[in-house]
């Protein structure tokens, strides 16, 4: 039996979930990352992408499509503050998409490899979670 | 003397506009629950993101290579002062107490020979700026057609202040807003949002060993830089959040205020009314009894 712990995803408009889990995969910036209990403390930035949690032993994992914002181990336990928040189920397919033409109209305007590099990066990021999604 | 028919003309349209004040309370309190809610379901956020900072400000605290938008440029010759108010009036003295906060601010800086911008959010602050500093507003943002406030509008705003401290156009930078503490209570806020005010100094000490065995990816340093900017919007959203429960709060209370004082007049209107219509009885009846003597 794996130990429940406090998790917590916030976004600007509401507190999306509060209760105790047993295991969250989170998408970090430098790659993802899962939190059991007992994690040392730490603090990552995430990237656009799917942050899934397993409410209970051997249970199935609920997902959720993150975006901008970063994500804190604490020893009272794991709290996500994402720009953006929704339940993959509620997620509006169109939504992504149009997030994702911004994107690529972001990436052909970008003037310097700076934030060509940051467009592109986004662009990757968003295309897949689409990729992710779309066989569900 | 206004005669019978002009008094009651009077009572009807006192207790029509008592039916629209009372109407426009019970819409405002509908409001105010949603607008409260939105409130406190923002505070989460913007608490633990205040935490983490101030966590992560220690760090640099004094440092040199502290990320602009803590430090500061280093002058504060260029104010930028952004006044959030409401897009509609009838709601007793909330957007004039927010403007005159930011006008009172606004001359102070002017007398000290700072140069003073200012953004309008908000239709009815700019009404009351404008007289006085018309020229020194930059811009004004209007969210007329905004039913719900969104991130997303917070969002914008941020990015608006982000490219323009970018591009040097200010040094310092604060938000007027109204603080809501209850229905009648809102107190005007000026909260300073660039050089972002941190609070530091006091749990500093308690703070730095809390976050000491803290591990960071990527560094500290590109935590902050990218927590900064994004606070800036929070802090945005949330005062834009705050304004809206006020605004809601002060039209309940000002809307309140009129109907009883509509209440107040239709009694006074009745009496008189009554009054007059005695009067008149009496006349005509003095009238009748002398005709019949004379006979």
Known sequence: MAELFQFELVSPERQLLSEQVVEVIVPGTEGEFGVLKNHSPFMSTIKPGLLKVRAQDGGALTEYFVRGGFADVAPGGLTVLAEQAIPVADLDRDELAQQIKNAEEDLKDAKDDDSRLKASDLLSQLNDVQNAIIPA | ?295
């Open chain 2, 1 to 295: 003397m206004p005669s019978l028919k002009d008094l009651r003309n009077r009572i009807a349209s006192v207790k029509a506009t008592q039916k629209i004040t009372k109407a426009m309370q019970m819409v405002a309190a509908a409001k105010l629950r949603r607008a409260q809610e939105a409130a406190e379901a923002a505070r989460p956020y913007a608490e633990r993101m205040g935490e983490v900072l101030a966590n992560l400000a220690v760090a640099f605290d004094g440092r040199d290579d502290a990320p602009k938008l803590m430090s500061g440029t280093g002058s504060d010759q260029v104010h930028l002062l952004v006044v959030a108010t409401a897009e509609r009036g009838l709601c007793g003295g909330f957007n004039s107490n927010i403007a005159k906060l930011a006008r009172d601010h606004a001359r102070s800086l002017l007398a000290d020979g700072k140069t003073v911008k200012i953004i309008c959010v908000g239709k009815k602050g700019y009404d009351v700026i404008k007289r006085e500093f018309g020229s020194h507003v930059v811009k004004v943002i209007e969210l007329r057609n905004v039913k719900r406030l969104a991130f997303s509008d917070a969002h914008t705003i941020g990015e608006e202040l982000l490219s323009m401290y970018g591009a040097g156009e200010f040094d310092v930078c604060t938000l007027f807003y109204s603080r809501f503490q209850s229905v009648i209570a809102q107190i005007p806020t000026a909260q300073q949002l660039i050089p972002a005010d941190l609070p530091v100094a006091e749990e500093a000490s308690e703070a730095a060993s809390a976050s000491a065995v803290y591990e960071y990816e990527p560094g500290e340093a590109e935590i902050l830089e990218d927590l900064l900017p994004r606070n800036i919007s929070v802090q945005v959203f949330r005062a834009l959040l705050e304004n809206a429960a006020s605004e809601q709060g002060a039209r309940m209370s000002a809307m309140d205020n009129a109907t009883r004082n509509a209440g107040d007049m239709i009694d006074k209107l009745t009496i008189k009314y009554n009054r007059q219509r005695q009067a008149q009885i009496t006349t005509e009846l003095i009238e009748i009894i002398s005709g019949a003597e004379a006979l």
